[in-house]
């Protein structure tokens, strides 16, 4: 059980990758005011400039601890608890 739970954890992580585009896109390309020094700052902050296997291991070590991020929409919520908002709804 083991070995397959790895593999797919490293399966979603690599299909994360291979989506075209970056996070950081989404929230620079359509902004007039973000240079390249921003870009590569919010990079930094976002662990996006460290090699693939420490991102993963950063990765998978949040998810162990249901720790999801902040939402990247307007309004900047945790991500778990926009999933517990819907949670009741999606199981009923």
Do not use: C
């Not at 590569?40 to 996006?48: A, D, I, K, S």
């Not at 296997?53 to 070590?61: G, P």
């Amino acid at each position: 059980m083991l070995p397959l739970l790895i593999g797919i954890t490293i399966i979603s992580f690599g299909v994360i990758h291979l989506a075209p585009g970056s996070p950081i896109d989404m929230a620079t390309d359509l902004n007039p005011k973000a240079t390249a020094e921003v870009k590569e700052r919010m990079r930094t902050l976002y662990g996006l400039d460290k090699p693939l296997y420490v991102q993963y291991w950063t990765w998978v070590s949040r998810m162990a601890l249901l720790d999801f991020g902040v939402s990247f929409s307007q309004d900047g919520r945790r991500v778990a608890d926009k999933i517990l908002e819907r949670l009741p709804i999606t199981i009923f």
